[in-house]
């Protein structure tokens, strides 16, 4: 059995954050990612953050920063905030920070902006790594780094010593790229990832999305087990490179409740996967 350490984003209840705590720890998760803005309210005063977790028998396993690493004129404010997230982090005894790409996408980004992005992702991850916190690139939809040619580039030209890599399923499966594939190449680098299933265009089973009504269109991210992402060979693809990290759990927009969202992505993680949402003492 895999004994990678779950985790649960809690952008399912939006900014209630007190709900989405205490009703993640009733499903049995027992870490989380928070929005980046509930951690940086306790900025000064981090261990209130770590006690109120602690007190809805959770831990944090890292948040989401980054930024829009093509442009010049904004890498210095890039830097200073990821350095800035990462202190927090820091204090907070955790050590993997997400760098999530700008947007909105405006076409393929050109070889010059990729070269950008890669110096200012290397100096911001040099500044995360001097705090003990680990880098990790994740490709995303509609933004400067979705494509495989430009993950590719982005990953030949940072510094495999400092610049880690965080694959989403769905973001990459949306992409039209293979998760298992890309996690084969750069497994190496693998120092996190997100768990998410993408909805399919034309669902042959609508009850599945329990509050669907036929009239709106359905998310673009589903629960997991519910969409086209071949889970089975991303755990393969897993087991190959060692990857025996985090995987967070996240489903952005629910089609019934929080609750029963992250119920269902539970049960999946644990009788389809064979994860144990327990962490290790």
Not at 59 to 74: H, I
Not at 183 to 210: C, E, V, W
Not at 246 to 253: A, P, S
């Amino acid at each position: 059995m895999p004994n990678n350490p779950i985790s649960c984003h809690l952008i399912t209840w939006g900014q209630d954050l007190d709900t989405g705590m205490r009703e993640a720890s009733e499903l049995g998760y027992r870490a989380c990612e928070t929005f980046t803005n509930h951690a940086l309210a306790y900025e000064g005063r981090v261990d209130d953050y770590k006690q109120m977790l602690a007190s809805h028998n959770l831990r944090l396993s890292a948040l989401y920063a980054g930024g829009r690493f093509s442009d010049p004129d904004k890498a210095q404010d890039v830097i200073e905030f990821n350095t800035r997230v990462a202190k927090l982090l820091n204090a907070a005894g955790v050590d993997r920070i997400v760098f999530g790409p700008g947007g909105p996408r405006d076409g393929q980004s050109t070889p010059e902006q990729l070269r950008q992005m890669a110096s200012t992702i290397n100096e911001a991850a040099k500044r995360t790594a001097d705090l003990g916190v680990l880098a990790c690139v994740h490709p995303h939809l509609g933004t400067e780094i979705q494509d495989r040619e430009e993950i590719d580039a982005i990953m030949e030209q940072t510094d495999p010593e400092v610049v880690f890599f965080c694959p989403d399923t769905a973001h990459l499966a949306g992409a039209g790229m293979d998760p298992a594939d890309v996690i084969r190449t750069y497994g190496s680098r693998m120092q996190y990832m997100h768990l998410k299933d993408l909805t399919p265009q034309n669902p042959t089973d609508r009850s599945a999305f329990t509050a669907f009504s036929g009239t709106e269109a359905l998310p673009i991210f589903c629960e997991l087990g519910l969409g086209t992402v071949d889970f089975e060979s991303v755990m393969q693809a897993l087991q190959e490179v060692g990857y025996n990290g985090w995987m967070t759990v996240e489903i952005d927009v629910s089609t019934s409740t929080p609750y029963q969202s992250l119920k269902q992505c539970r049960d999946f993680v644990q009788n389809e996967l064979g994860l144990s949402l327990e962490l290790a003492s």
